[in-house]
């Protein structure tokens, strides 16, 4: 029997956005349902562990909104839609604070203001931290929120979860529509295996990232692109799927850890990357575009971080995609560790008190895990699927899902704010600038709602069938193979370095998923199935990784989080482009889209001479100073 319960607002995912959703959707005095895929508490956001970007000044004052707006542009290679990074950058300082009067603990400078360290692509130092633990503090924080909430409550209305309730361990395999529409979502309890609906007309998206469609990845096991698959299916758009982040440093020895994050933070705090030859070799690597505002030499780079006004930063703090090829250029090269990384080193550069001070779950980590003592030893690192910069096509300002009315997205499921790139810290701040948002923008539209949509019984038996098929079906192939290897199609063929014959044998070898994924068959019943579960699973993270890989192979540039091996530079003619997929409920389709004209005020912002390595002629002529050149 399926269970039907009423709600105003579902929020799907209780990490940092989904929280900071279902927060602004029970003060307008909404019943809100957020639905947990594991633990309450468990959500990926704890994974972020360096800090939050937000340019609050503390510890540089010449540090304002227009330069992390600028910094947030550069990462993401200009191809960022401006109106979700203007928004991020100006936003971003309230949200931090506001986490503070909710009892975030963060660090302090000595003025007992927030401390800010700095963080690869960030001019000055920019993030709030909590040692090395910054995400898992987000989290404490507002789950406290939402616990506050319930006991207000409970004081007015006698019911802990009269506006708010949290559903743990619930996966939705359905979003259910009337019409255009959406009226509600379908899902199960994983360990009862109860069935149930969600009945409402406004839907949160705030599931996180696909991390688990490649073999090595610091993501959890719930990041199997449930919500990109969600909107998809619902009629919604995906774009930038193209963009793949590979964290440059994820743990590479021993081989049952390979790919657990190694942070940012490490770098940002006076950490760098040697080779098997025991030389710098990022200095080798400074791309152009770059070249004027990073270090050339050792000593430059070592001065800078005490006197980072007259000095370039050192190039380990480039962004992340640069990082990582040049990682992965060192180990192709034969200059790599004897495990396939690289070396990370602190040890010589502070004192063992001060880096089991600063980085604590990273001293903690790497002598369980791996038996090294980071305060006296390197780390061994290498790059590893981090993060998805496409996502959900949504509106800058309300996260509406375009052409799906009552859907929204927030977090690393929506796309558009970090371009062909996201520089670290930026993902925290993204998730309550734009969790929040996306929960106004589900207020807004609910309170000019006309009517309530239904869920009728014909969409629930749909529902429920498509989940019992890989139960129902006679005999099969076991869902773990069929993981296995589309894992190692898309690390094969669709990984860091990219190129067209591979790229078409993937999409190939991808489609013949879909046979096999329907002949999937899990033992058992629905009672905590974990063979089941990936069973559902699998058929988002195919979904996604097709929209990756058809992608991958029309964008003929490279760009972020985009390397083709065949094309190597960056086209200004591409810039220009998004790249939007679509699904029919049949095939994936991938349609060129144009990308938002940045408005004239913040192309200001930008030198002209700057704008001419990625922005063509025409572009540049609508710039007041390139009008002027």
Not at 41 to 67: P, R
Not at 312 to 322: A, G, H, I, K, S
Request: net charge negative.
């Amino acid at each position: 029997m399926t269970e039907r319960l009423k709600f105003d607002v579902v929020v799907i995912g209780a990490g940092g956005a989904g929280l900071r959703a279902a927060v602004e959707a029970r003060n307008a005095g909404l019943r809100t349902a957020i639905i947990s895929k594991s633990l309450f508490g468990k959500a990926h956001t704890v994974m972020a562990e360096g800090g939050i970007a937000a340019a609050m000044g503390n510890v540089n004052s010449n540090d304002n909104w227009q330069v992390h707006f600028r910094d947030t542009m550069r990462g993401g290679k200009f191809l960022n839609n401006f109106r979700m990074a203007e928004l991020h950058a100006k936003e971003a300082p309230e949200r931090v604070w506001e986490l503070e009067t909710w009892g975030a603990l963060f660090d302090r400078t000595k003025a007992g203001k927030i401390s800010q360290r700095n963080f690869g692509g960030h001019e000055y130092p920019r993030l709030a931290h909590v040692g090395d633990r910054t995400g898992l503090e987000l989290i404490r924080t507002m789950q406290q929120a939402i616990v506050s909430l319930q006991q207000e409550d409970l004081r007015e209305h006698g019911d802990l979860e009269a506006r708010i309730k949290v559903f743990a361990e619930t996966t939705i395999t359905d979003l259910i529509k009337e019409g255009d529409r959406i009226a509600g979502a379908f899902g199960y309890v994983r360990e009862t295996g109860q069935f149930v609906v969600f009945e409402a007309p406004a839907v949160v998206l705030a599931t996180g990232g696909i991390g688990k469609s490649f073999k090595v990845t610091s993501n959890s096991w719930e990041g199997t692109g449930d919500g990109h698959a969600l909107a998809l299916r619902a009629g919604g758009k995906l774009i930038d799927m193209e963009f793949v982040q590979f964290h440059p440093t994820g743990m590479v020895w021993p081989p049952s850890v390979r790919g657990i994050l190694v942070t940012e933070s490490v770098r940002g705090d006076g950490g760098v990357l040697r080779n098997s030859e025991g030389r710098r070799f990022m200095f080798d690597y400074i791309p152009d575009v770059f070249k004027d505002k990073y270090a050339q030499t050792e000593e430059e780079a070592d001065r800078w971080y005490k006197d980072p006004d007259n000095n370039r930063r050192p190039p380990e703090l480039l962004p992340r995609d640069e990082v990582a090829r040049a990682i992965n250029s060192e180990v192709k090269a034969g200059r790599g560790s004897q495990a396939g990384g690289v070396y990370l080193d602190v040890s010589s550069r502070l004192p063992a008190e001060e880096i089991r001070k600063r980085l604590p779950s990273m001293w903690h980590q790497f002598k369980e895990l791996a038996d090294v003592d980071i305060t006296q030893q390197p780390m061994e690192v290498g790059p590893t699927c981090h993060y998805v910069m496409g996502g959900v096509l949504v509106d800058p300002d309300s996260g509406a899902a375009e052409g799906v009315p009552g859907l929204f997205a927030a977090g690393e499921v929506a796309g558009g704010m970090h371009g062909s790139n996201r520089l670290g810290g930026n993902s925290l701040s993204d998730l309550i600038v734009f969790g929040r948002r996306a929960g106004i923008g589900a207020v807004n539209y609910l309170q000019n709602l006309a009517s309530r949509p239904n869920v009728t019984d014909d969409a629930i038996a749909k529902s429920q069938a498509h989940a019992t098929a890989p139960l129902n079906r006679a005999g099969g192939e076991n869902p773990y193979t069929i993981q296995a290897d589309l894992q190692q199609t898309t690390n094969d063929l669709v990984g860091i370095i990219r190129i067209k014959h591979e790229l078409e044998e993937s999409i190939g070898k991808l489609s013949a998923f879909h046979t096999r994924l329907g002949n999937a068959k899990a033992e058992g019943g629905t009672a905590y199935n974990p063979g089941w579960h990936l069973a559902l699973d699998l058929e988002n993270m195919l979904l996604v990784s097709e929209c990756i890989a058809r992608a991958a192979l029309i964008r003929e540039e490279s760009r972020g989080g985009h390397t083709r091996e065949d094309f190597p530079k960056m086209s200004s003619e591409w810039r220009k482009v998004n790249l939007e997929c679509s699904f029919d409920g049949n095939s994936v389709s991938v349609n060129k889209r144009a990308l938002p004209e940045m408005r004239e005020d913040l192309l200001n912002l930008f030198e002209v001479d700057e704008l001419k390595k990625y922005m063509t002629e025409p572009e540049l002529q609508r710039h007041a100073k390139g009008a002027q050149a």
